[in-house]
């Protein structure tokens, strides 16, 4: 019953609490706006209120917005699904002032009575689950509160009686219940000093040098450049010097952000951005490589289903959930050989590694020695376009 | 709406909400820490951070804690810098 596999609305609502939550532990979701924690751990005691995180507040986050533009059948359909799975008396969607022409369309189904809109101010707050609840009900999550083992820990929405997503992994959770698809991609901005605002969905674990290039940036010749993994207030240095070294596409990226070495994010707090013409682009089948993690933050490694030499395709499954702690599922983000599996990375197509480091590597194992990391067969975008 | 840092901060300053905040609004008011009402952007990650809870939103600051508040809302920050973490 819980297997990955497509299914019609009123399939997916009569599937049980544990079913779902299975589905989607199996599909790997995670909390795509930033934090990163199982989705499938906060549905396990499900509550009576869900609100969607739609106030994607860094300067230059598109990703979101645009999502709920495409896919408004698609939320819908997973917002009737999960009030009846879960039995939600309420879900809202949390939305920015400013964005209330953005979100016309959802505001007219509210009447439908599935959701309702709460309109929260702009004030930038990080998209922060508990200054959202603050905005957006009448409700405040405790600042701490003693567990029952005597000890003290700061407040939580489920305390309140409240489950927080954000849109994306909304998405990821229709996706998995409708479409039998499991998380391989992540959507972000590419954005920044010298270059016009992108956003793409790319497969997990892609090379960022690799994304930059595909962006128009001449990565070998701009070490005047610092690429950040997040906006201009919140991330985590990915690049510090582009062309030097390299970092991978991580399940909650949200942006890739250009400045000048040495600069400070928050320097670039005000800047504004508009959404791009063409929308978002789609990057799966267009990338030569990746390392896709099997744990990572707090989640336990998946047991790895594949060793070096097996040819995967795209949503091969690749990785089984650990059986104790938090883990989930993992799925082949594009399809090839697997080149490595070693430090709960698995690398496919010769890993997100530049060319020219892969040909370097090519070069320097030809003279004996382990096999090279680049010789993978590239990936064939049109097997990509059909598999998906 | 702005978080307000009181009485638990002085002889503690502990610098691990200096850390968090996103938009530097931390300042080092000799005794203890304080935000600057002006700057902060309600985004509450100091609060959990805080190991003696010192930080409350403004709306829930207890009654005999109030005087932090007014003198967050009073005070002259040009005069100081914004603090640093050193944890």
């Known amino acids: 019953m819980t297997g990955m596999k497509q299914r019609r609305l009123e399939e997916v609502k009569a599937l049980s609490v544990e079913e779902a939550v299975e589905i989607m532990r199996q599909a790997g979701i995670v909390g795509a706006g930033g934090g990163g924690f199982p989705t499938y751990v906060k549905y396990k005691a499900p509550q009576p209120c869900l609100i969607v995180n739609a106030t994607e507040s860094e300067p230059g986050y598109w990703g979101d ?28 969607m949390g939305v920015h002032e400013k964005d209330r022409e953005w ?33 957006a009900t009448d ?54 000093e010298e270059m016009k605002l992108k956003v793409y969905e790319a497969p997990i674990g892609a090379s960022v040098s690799e994304i930059l290039r595909i962006a128009g940036i001449d990565v070998e010749d701009s070490g005047h450049l610092s690429v950040t993994d ?13 062309g030097n070294g390299d970092a991978y596409v991580r399940r909650m990226t949200n942006s890739l952000f250009l400045l000048p070495r040495g600069r ?25 490589g990746v390392n ?35 883990s989930i599922g993992v799925w082949a983000s ?31 194992s030809s003279a004996g020695g382990a096999p090279p990391r680049g010789e993978a067969e590239p990936f064939q975008e049109a097997e990509a376009e059909t598999s998906r | 709406m702005t978080y307000v840092i009181t009485e638990a901060c002085i002889g503690t300053k502990n ?45 829930e600051v207890p009654e005999d804690m109030r005087h932090f508040t007014t003198k967050a809302a009073e005070f002259d920050y040009s005069s100081i810098a914004p603090g640093v973490e050193s944890n």
């Open chain 1, 65 to 92: 917005k645009l999502l709920h533009k495409e896919h408004l059948e698609e939320f819908l359909q997973v917002f009737e699904a999960m009030k009846t799975i879960f039995g939600f008396e309420r879900i809202s």
């Open chain 1, 103 to 135: 979100f016309a369309d959802y505001q007219e189904h509210a009447s439908d009575g599935v959701y309702d809109i709460r309109y929260v101010p702009d004030t930038y707050a990080l998209g922060e689950e508990k200054t959202l609840i603050k905005h």
């Open chain 1, 139 to 192: 409700t405040r999550v405790p600042r701490f509160l003693e567990t029952p083992d005597g000890t003290r820990r700061p407040g939580m929405p489920l305390d309140v009686g409240i489950i927080v997503n954000n849109t994306e992994t909304l998405l990821n959770v229709y996706n998995a219940l409708f479409l039998g698809k499991p998380l391989t991609t992540k959507f972000f901005s590419v954005y920044g």
């Open chain 1, 230 to 242: 997040g906006g201009p207030y919140l991330h985590d240095m990915a690049i510090e010097e582009l």
């Open chain 1, 264 to 288: 400070q994010g928050k320097e670039y707090a005000d800047i504004t951005t508009d959404p791009p013409k063409e929308g978002i682009v789609s990057l799966v089948g267009k990338i030569s």
């Open chain 1, 292 to 326: 896709l993690p099997l744990g990572g933050g707090l989640l336990k490694p998946a047991t790895p289903l594949v060793s070096e030499g097996d040819e995967v395709e795209y949503e091969h499954k690749i990785g089984e959930p650990a059986e104790e702690g938090f």
């Open chain 1, 334 to 364: 594009m399809g090839g050989a697997i080149s490595s599996v070693e430090n709960d990375i698995v690398a496919i197509a010769g890993g997100a590694i530049p060319q020219e480091e892969a040909e370097a590597e090519a070069e320097a």
């Open chain 2, 15 to 59: 610098t691990a909400c200096v850390g968090v905040c996103p938009v530097d609004c931390i300042y080092d008011a000799g005794d203890h820490f304080m935000i600057n009402p002006e700057e902060c952007i309600d985004c509450s990650m100091c609060m959990p951070e805080c190991p003696v809870e010192a930080i409350y939103p403004d709306d």
